[in-house]
């Protein structure tokens, strides 16, 4: 559950995740805009500039980009996987860093311009996921993991309003993985800065995010030969990094967790540059605090808003080393006589203008608008280094939301439409209802999503990417329809979606593109709850089920599930503690193979998981504001035949063994300045 921070203090939300209101100390409490409510009592201070320097804790909330609801700082545990931003439901290659693989059914259901480009999607900042924060005193967050291998990752945050209505936040990410293998180092640099200004008036508001995103991933194509990878314990073989790989040159290789080097691999660079701005008309009001503080209240009833983005990308994979034997036999893509180089780089500058006019019935409730308006966007495409051209978008958007004062319903429905450009007859229609049946029954959400959108650009003609049999694809149309029931009061989640997919694009192979013109279905029914067995003693369970129609060109497990026993509860008034076991299982199925060359996991029907389920062990505690957490992961891969050691890989994808025993060391210790 998520909690507000404190020095010394936990302040917590309550159940459904919606912040009825906030506290800078025991007497002052503000509504879910941040406005003081009547009768509260906190003499001589009114606002967080106002406050006590010295005090002793900290009020500190955030909202995401484009949304109204506040939500608070997770101080939790019992969960790792939130910590390095990778679901338990994602596969890598091997190590951290490299290509990720949804084992759920996640299609990419965004109308418009789409490169396709998204396996290290999971490590990356987005506007989407960019927080403003709002504290009364700086505050930064500092992390540092080291992995075997010499893996590591360092998280640093901090946050501060220089003045009430100005507050600024830095965020930095940097994890280097070597990996267990040859040519499997990944390295990331994730760069975010965000400022957030109100004037004193509350008419202007404005929201500027800036980020950088750089991965720079070596492939090594997976093992020459998959079945000697257990015989790392045998009497020819004493570290797995001496197997043979499909891609790099032998005997040029050693393993250097500080060389972030790619001489055969993908680099890709992401810069975006967003500004919103402001300014809303209505009704100034004032609040009586207490006899000699009154608040300046204004309430917005109209709203003109525009939003300038400038956003560049680079997409490149290089291999200096390339074998012509091996890109003949094992990916039949013949290299020229004289050709020791595969180059394919496809670059983009995108300029985007969106204008867009909101109202408010309601001006006691920001939550509640009706928002219609215009997006332009100008980009321009380069295609190795020869070829370049330029292309347009104009869409029209419109949004209702209306999350009601009294958090009974909360209700969206977006659309956008295409009307002319690039990605012209593109649309995206949106329909979300979420409903408060009780405090003791829990909440009920359903939703209908429909998606026409232009294949990603990776299977035009245009791309310098290799892709055969590149035509111009029909539109793809994605229908879903979802529902959600949950119960905070009894830890309960139960949810289903299910979709309608008509010319579905895919790769089938390293390089061929392909489009299914049939319509096909997808059902996926998934559950969470937490099981109290005793006072020290909970076990966390998430089970999903998918089911794919026969002909569909998709192949997912029909069951995935994990579950975690742990022990954990309140020691020596400021440990808290959360140790125990994890187990993820998922059953066979055909799993998708992948090409580094393209960057797709692509569909196939020879290679069947057949996988033990993972198993790992986690020692995690918090004093104060101090977080540890202590792993020994995959002891699956024990080995009991070959002298006890961790060579039993498990293999998510064709080629591609997982890692052995990997040992974590990470903490996470928050400062309030």
Request: charged share 20%; no cysteine; aromatic share 16%.
């Amino acid at each position: 559950m998520a909690n507000a921070i404190s020095a010394h203090a936990q302040y917590p939300s309550n159940p459904s995740g919606r912040y009825n209101g906030y506290s800078t100390g025991a007497q002052t409490q503000y509504d879910q805009n941040g406005r003081p409510l009547s009768g509260s009592q906190k003499p001589k201070q009114d606002s967080i500039e106002h406050r006590d320097k010295y005090a002793d804790s900290i009020t500190i909330f955030y909202k995401y980009f484009d949304s109204t609801r506040i939500r608070t700082i997770d101080s939790s545990i019992n969960d790792f996987s939130k910590r390095i931003k990778q679901p338990y439901w994602l596969n890598t290659l091997g190590n951290y860093g490299t290509a990720t693989n949804s084992l759920l059914f996640q299609p990419y259901m965004k109308p418009g311009w789409d490169e396709g480009l998204h396996q290290f999607d999971a490590y990356n900042f987005t506007v989407e996921n960019t927080r403003f924060f709002q504290t009364t005193r700086p505050y930064t967050e500092l992390g540092y993991l080291l992995g075997s291998k010499a893996e590591q990752l360092v998280d640093i945050l901090h946050t501060q309003n220089k003045k009430s209505n100005f507050n600024f936040s830095f965020e930095y990410r940097f994890s280097n993985s070597p990996g267990l293998f040859r040519l499997q180092n990944a390295s990331i640099n994730n760069l975010r800065f965000t400022t957030h200004y109100q004037s004193h008036n509350k008419r202007y508001e404005s929201f500027l995010i800036y980020y950088s995103n750089k991965n720079a991933v070596s492939e090594n194509g997976g093992l020459v030969n998959p079945n000697k990878s257990d015989s790392i314990a045998g009497n020819t073989l004493s570290d797995p990094f001496q197997l043979l790989t499909r891609l790099g040159q032998a005997g040029t290789l050693t393993r250097d967790p500080f060389n972030t080097t790619v001489n055969t691999g993908n680099i890709y660079k992401e810069m975006s540059l967003l500004y919103r701005q402001q300014y809303d008309f209505g009704q100034k009001d004032s609040i009586v605090v207490n006899d000699s503080v009154t608040a300046r209240l204004f309430y917005a009833r109209f709203r003109l808003q525009h939003t300038f983005s400038l956003k560049t990308n680079s997409y490149q994979f290089l291999d200096f080393n390339a074998d012509s034997l091996n890109y003949d036999s094992l990916y039949h893509y013949k290299l020229t006589k004289m050709q020791d180089t595969v180059q394919f780089k496809d670059a983009w500058i995108n300029v985007t203008n969106e204008f867009s006019l909101l109202s408010f019935p309601d001006k006691k409730n920001q939550s509640q608008f009706l928002k219609v308006g215009t997006i332009i966007q100008n980009f321009k495409g380069n295609f190795g280094d020869t070829s370049s051209q330029t292309f347009h978008n104009i869409s029209l958007l419109g949004e209702y939301r209306n999350r009601t004062r009294n958090q009974l319903w909360d209700m969206q429905l977006k659309g956008e439409l295409y009307v002319n450009g690039m990605n012209s007859g593109d649309y995206g229609l949106r329909a979300d209802l979420k409903r408060a049946l009780g405090r003791k029954v829990g909440y009920l959400q359903i939703g209908f999503q429909n998606v026409n959108k232009t294949p990603s650009f990776i299977f035009d003609p245009l791309t310098n990417f290799r892709v055969t049999d590149k035509q111009a694809f029909k539109k793809i149309n994605f229908t879903r329809l979802y529902a959600v029931y949950e119960n905070p009061k009894q830890h309960f989640i139960l949810s289903g979606e299910y979709y309608l997919v008509n010319n579905y694009t895919y790769f089938d192979s390293f390089f061929v593109a392909k489009q299914d013109a049939s319509l096909f279905n997808v059902l996926h029914v998934s559950a969470e709850k937490s099981f109290k067995l005793s006072k020290h003693w909970t076990l966390y369970s998430e089970l999903h089920l998918q089911q794919t129609t026969n002909n569909a060109p998709v192949h997912v497990p029909f069951l995935l599930t994990r579950n975690r026993l742990a022990y954990e509860g309140n020691f020596f008034t400021n440990l808290n503690l959360s140790t125990g076991i994890e187990v993820r299982y998922y059953t066979n199925y055909k799993a998708d193979n992948y090409s580094p060359f393209t960057g797709q996991f692509f569909y196939q029907n020879n290679f069947i998981t057949s996988n033990l389920p993972d198993i790992n062990l986690f020692f995690d505690f918090r004093i104060k504001s101090f977080k540890a957490f202590i792993r020994a992961e995959n002891l699956n891969t024990l080995n009991s035949f070959k002298q006890f050691s961790f060579t039993k890989y498990s293999f998510a994808t064709p080629y591609y063994p997982s890692q052995g025993l990997w040992m974590r060391l990470g903490i996470w210790w928050s400062f309030v300045n």
